[in-house]
């Protein structure tokens, strides 16, 4: 196990489903899971994989009041040592039973902790679980987690809480990416598989568009809305490079999914966009651009995905200039956190333009996995602080003193400097934009994350 990574600990009274969480985040079924309260009694490490964040895990014995002398005593002081060593903890609750005594008890101590915590709601899917959601902000830690560890729901909700408070962490090792000069990482890219996922709402065409990618009626397709339920991946190739094409479930408003069936597609479609690289949202180009299609998209960036989107049954489309006008300014008002997202007009039924729409992607996913030379990065950021220097509230000015890539995929960047927590959010997406413009990443999603300088004696 890599030591060096972040640590993070999952505490909370007894039978809150704190193994099913930590078996869920490394994978496999390492911790003991049963509705006997009080199975584990010593604490259980891992690694942890959640999408692109790695970490260590600490599963620990159910909190509760009791004389140190006890057996329960004894694991609740195996639970204070694995939060005296922890980077993040996760205060776990039962969704369904609502909130206990005990939960108030350990809430109001780790309040009185110095240590970053996140109040995950667990068991909270259906209906059985909303009261106990609601009820669990009464614990003062924020705003609460609502997850599914027995069935993985929520695992995006939880990596975006996450990675804020973990990224900074990481090893230097992973920060500094080795370098790579275009051509190399063109030919390293040419032998992977393109993950491309197709979504949009019921009925826009993405079965007929793969059917006709593939030559062959390899799916389901016809008038009635909502045939495919589940993500569909085909292995394929366009011009001798290898595609995994996922056609995936229609997503309709969150008011109108009332099926069991219709929710647990939905749910599916969303993991489809977790492990894709490029997502192609595809439009009805005879209904034009509605809000929903805004929702899916910015669910895409907001899961760092490349993103393109397809004004799809072009050859029936009527007023096509004023209508490709009028979806291009939409998207430009409507997605104001990425500018520059590509929209193309295609026929799934005839082939038009799907060519381009596959050049489109195998580029954008370039753009998405790529990595800036350290000196064409340094003289970027020189030049964009003189341009537009820090403020200085309080007439003492914020210090940026460097930046550098730390991953890519999407392209994640680490800027370090003194007063961060002052830094307007004016300036950094000043900065997003300057990085999108100068370096060319249009379309694609930017993550910028502030450090500060550390004490290492304090």
Do not use: C
Request: net charge negative; hydrophobic share 40%; charged share 30%.
């Amino acid at each position: 196990m890599n030591a060096r990574l972040p640590t993070v600990v999952i505490i909370g009274r007894p039978n809150v489903g704190k193994s099913t969480l930590f078996n869920r985040l490394v994978g496999r079924k390492l911790a003991l899971v049963d509705d006997t309260p009080g199975v584990t009694r010593d604490r259980r490490e891992g690694e942890a994989t959640l999408f692109d964040l790695k970490f260590r895990i600490v599963d620990t014995a159910g909190l509760e009041e009791e004389a140190p002398e006890t057996l329960a005593g004894r694991m609740r002081a195996q639970t204070h040592a694995a939060i005296e060593g922890a980077d993040v903890a996760l205060m776990t609750v039962d969704a369904r039973t609502g909130l206990t005594p005990l939960d108030r008890h350990f809430a109001r101590w780790l309040r009185e902790q110095d240590l970053p915590t996140l109040l995950i709601a667990n068991k909270a899917e259906g209906r059985a679980g909303e009261s106990g959601l609601l009820e669990s902000w009464e614990l003062g830690l924020g705003e609460p987690v609502p997850i599914s560890a027995e069935h993985g729901e929520g695992m995006a909700d939880l990596f975006d809480a996450l990675h804020p408070l973990l990224d900074p962490l990481m090893p230097a090792e992973e920060d500094e990416l080795p370098e790579e000069s275009e051509e190399e990482q063109a030919a390293r890219l040419a032998k992977e598989p393109l993950k491309l996922a197709i979504v949009g709402r019921p009925n826009a065409g993405k079965s007929t568009l793969i059917n006709t990618l593939l030559g062959e009626d390899r799916l389901v397709t016809g008038p009635e809305a909502g045939i495919t339920r589940d993500s569909i991946a085909i292995d394929w190739q366009w011009q001798d490079r290898p595609v995994r094409l996922v056609d995936t479930a229609g997503l309709r408003r969150r008011a109108k999914v009332t099926e069991k069936l219709e929710k647990l597609s939905a749910a599916d479609t969303k993991r489809a966009v977790d492990f894709a690289e490029v997502v192609v949202l595809l439009l009805d180009a005879t209904l034009g651009l509605e809000a929903q299609d805004l929702r899916i998209a910015d669910m895409v960036l907001s899961e760092g995905r490349a993103l393109l989107i397809a004004l799809n049954k072009w050859d029936v489309a009527a007023d096509q200039s004023k209508l490709f006008q009028g979806v291009r300014k939409a998207l430009d008002d409507g997605l104001s956190q990425i500018r520059g997202v590509p929209l193309l007009a295609v026929s799934g039924k005839t082939g038009k333009g799907l060519d381009t729409l596959l050049k489109a992607a195998f580029e954008a996913r370039e753009g998405w996995s790529r990595r800036v030379p350290t000196s064409a990065l340094n003289r970027w950021f020189e030049a964009a602080t003189d341009r537009n220097p820090p403020p200085a509230p309080g007439g003492k000015r914020i210090k940026l003193r460097y930046v550098t890539q730390a991953r890519t995929r999407p392209p994640t960047f680490v800027v370090f400097g003194n007063r961060l927590e002052e830094l307007p959010e004016s300036y950094r997406r000043y900065l997003v934009n300057s990085l999108r413009d100068d370096l060319g990443f249009e379309g694609v999603p930017i993550r910028l994350n502030l450090r500060g300088g550390k004490n290492p004696y304090a």
